[in-house]
């Protein structure tokens, strides 16, 4: 029930499309782009579009795909611009059409579930887990406004967990986290599940709000090729024009009602215990609940649509 990929020959580049043949998922078809080096190597695979709407991700991997150079590569690079193939025809911010689940909640995945389930499975077995190494590529989605970080999962394999973390220095993005907190801190990633098993794995995120800006392309792309030379897969110096901060942890800071979301902060802005962050009208524009921060930390992520629910993520603090 897992698909292979075809590699090509070495020193070329293999354009190719894979099917899967879980029942669910019939009818898709998977664009990836194997950079196929003349010279032995490892296998790193990069992937974005697990969230269909994150375009500058996509587009750093289009761009990837396109100029790396088969001469320069040692193993294989395989590139897969969007994973979440659904999500991104039809504009789904988060969450798959079929069945309203988050993709990137869903890692390992499960052969047998609904659309998304079965999507998390059949990328993890064919794209995520036959890898050395494992770049994840992000830029925020409709509604978030965030300043560029990497993540990687501690407390693996000491190996894996050297590796990852030097993939994330190696993105030179403003922050790394390596803790998700508080009470809506995700589980289920792609590079968490990834690490698990014993890749060294990173996320990379750059870009928001449904915006093609192409500077934070570029800070994905510039990064990615860092990336592949701690992979091993390119020649060079990983070291970034600046270092990133490391954080302890950021966490999702979540709304307690349902309400009008006004946020008075913007991505990257540092915050005192006890500022106020923003408000939560009713839909009849009375106030319903003020948010202050909890501690002194940085916005990392913001969500900028004021259509806020009980339980969703307002923004996330990194301390
Ligand atoms: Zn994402």
Known sequence: MVATLELGNGGERHNGTVESELAVLRGWSWPYTVVHGAHDGPRTTVTAGIHGCEYVSIYAAMRLARELDPAE???????????????????????????GKNLNRLFPGKSTGTFSEALAYFAFNTFILPND?????????????????????????????????????????????????????????????????????VL??????????????????????????????????????????????????????????????????????????????GIAGELRDTVTAQRDGVITVRTTSAAVKKGGMLFSLGS
Do not use: K
């Open 73 to 99: 590569v040692m193993g294989q690079v395989v590139v897969v611009p969007v994973v979440n193939l659904p999500s991104y025809w039809e504009r789904t911010a988060f969450v798959g059409p079929y069945d």
């Open 204 to 281: 990379a995120e750059a870009g928001g709000c449904g915006q093609l800006t192409l500077d934070d392309v570029e800070l994905l792309v510039a990064g990615t090729r860092r990336a592949l030379t701690v992979a091993g897969n390119l020649a060079g110096d990983p070291t970034p024009p600046q270092p990133s901060r490391h954080l302890d942890q950021s966490e999702h800071v979540a709304a307690g009602c349902d309400g009008f979301w006004i946020c008075d902060v913007q991505a990257g802005d540092h915050v005192s215990e006890g500022q106020e962050l923003g408000r939560i009208l």
């Open 133 to 201: 190494a494992y770049i994840d590529l992000h830029g925020g989605d409709l509604v978030e406004d965030l300043a560029p970080f990497a993540g990687y999962l501690p407390g693996t394999d000491p190996a894996v967990e050297e590796r990852s973390r030097a993939m994330a220095d190696a993105f030179g993005l403003s922050y790394i986290i390596s803790r998700f907190a508080g009470a809506s801190a995700p589980t289920g990633l792609t590079f968490t599940a990834a690490a698990e098993r014993g890749v060294a794995s």
